[in-house]
């Protein structure tokens, strides 16, 4: 009898500990299922709620939505004019903000307030890999100004580890941060931070890389995401009938192909306007003596008119044989296309995340459009779309990485590498004709 009884009681006092240690992992999981965070509230102006108080909610969001797209654009060509700089920071800025965005649902969605130390942890791991992701930028595109100072060129050469370091001290704080009655709970913010970290940081600095490839590379397919949102919008708005995906129930296939057409010709037609202009078409590079980024080259193949035959299909419609275009406005078309048939599945997929936790918008930022990061899903897509594709079909060997490298070397090696290149050239009959013309 006394084994029976001590046997119910040990049993009845695991139970209470299982229900201590998981009660509020449990309880958070209820309540985000139950309990759908707050809506969105009307953040729009007083000024445009005056003037548009006589229209129906669908037109006054028509115009709020319209009137802001179009302030948008103006900032967007404010900083295009600011230079590649201002670029880097405002995109800086806005993947932090998107990260805070992200964060933020998380810690509502589980209750997560209370949590240790975690909120200092999140934004902790979002400066290491940054710091990470930003020292390989500086290594790359400032090597002379990092080969100049000793402070920075220490920091380059152990930057990986330096940068390994800082995360392990992270790592390491979680772990003593660890709380009994928290364990389940702070393994999910654990994780929703570092997969807000792969989606936001490590598509921004795709974004950087791709601005310094030429900033044709950086506007052209962010042109194209906001012409494919914006046309989508308007043929769905007023010829939208039927849907398109039960994620978004206002997506019709009416926009959807509307946008696409529309997409890929206002891509060909920008890339004409900008392929004429070298300070868009040349890569950017930093300027040592200047200490100042410099957009001047001779523009390459791909940005020069070229003559192309016309399908003889279409000859007998439009009348001609031949057309003069640029190569990079063929690129353009794959670009455009995968901004209007690829870059709304971003879109989706964020529609996807709100509908799991029951909000309207990631925030409040924008009226009419809710939060930055509701702005820059497609975006992010389409980052890691064109890095991907310069880098498979535009992207060659490039000398002054290679110089670059070669002057890291030590001088022995160096020496060798000069003698073996010296033989090849003079194999080929090079390095005579070379001696001559000088």
């Known amino acids: 009898a006394h084994q029976k009884l001590w046997k119910v009681q040990r049993d009845s006092e695991s139970e209470t500990e299982a229900k201590v240690d998981g009660e509020t992992a449990s309880d958070s999981e209820s309540r985000a299922e139950a309990a759908p965070l707050s809506a969105s509230t009307d953040d729009t102006p007083e000024v445009l709620n005056r003037a548009l108080s006589n229209l129906s909610s669908r037109w006054k969001n028509w115009w709020v939505r319209g009137i802001l797209t179009l302030a948008m654009i103006a900032f967007f060509f404010i900083i295009i004019y600011l230079g590649p700089m201002v670029l880097m920071i405002i995109v800086m800025c806005v993947q932090i903000k998107c990260f805070h965005e992200i964060i933020t649902i998380g810690y509502n969605v589980y209750h997560s307030y209370d949590l240790p130390w975690f909120r200092t942890l999140s934004w902790y791991f979002l400066l290491c890999v940054n710091y990470f992701f930003y020292g390989e930028t500086v290594t790359d595109y400032f090597f002379t100004l990092v080969q100049r100072e000793e402070p920075l060129r220490i920091l380059s050469k152990y930057h990986r580890f330096i940068s390994f370091t800082l995360y392990l001290i992270g790592f ?19 994780g929703w931070t570092h997969v807000t970290l792969l989606i936001v940081v490590t598509q921004s600095h795709l974004v950087i890389h791709n601005l310094f ?4 590379w950086f506007i052209v397919p962010i042109s194209c995401v906001i012409c494919n949102d914006i046309m989508a919008y308007m043929f769905g708005f007023f010829f939208g009938r039927t849907p398109l995906i039960k994620l978004s129930p206002k997506k019709t296939w009416e926009g959807f192909i509307g946008g696409f057409f529309a997409t890929v010709v206002f891509g060909l037609l920008l890339s004409y306007v900008m392929s004429g202009y070298r300070c868009f078409v040349c890569p950017v590079e930093y300027n040592n003596d200047t200490n100042s980024f410099t957009v001047d080259c001779e523009p390459s193949d791909l940005f020069r008119l070229q003559e192309y035959n016309i399908p003889e299909v279409i000859q007998s419609v439009i009348g001609l044989t031949t057309v003069w275009m640029y190569p990079f406005q063929i690129h353009s078309i794959a670009l455009s296309t995968f901004a209007s048939l690829i870059g709304p599945f971003g879109g989706f997929f964020a529609s996807g995340f709100k509908r799991a936790f029951k909000i309207k918008d990631f925030a409040n930022t924008i009226p009419g459009h809710g939060g930055i990061m509701d702005r820059f899903d497609c975006q992010y897509l389409m980052a890691t779309f064109v890095n991907v594709y310069i880098a498979s079909f535009i992207r060659g060997p490039n000398p002054s990485k290679l110089i670059q490298q070669f002057l890291t070397l030590r001088p022995d090696q160096q020496l060798h590498i000069f003698n073996t290149l010296r033989s090849h050239l003079a194999d080929k009959g090079m390095l005579t004709v070379a001696t001559e013309d000088e």
Do not use: A
């Open 172 to 190: 390491c704080m979680f772990v003593l941060s660890l709380v009994k009655k928290h364990y389940r709970l702070q393994f999910y913010m654990f």
């Open 213 to 216: 490839e030429g900033m044709i």
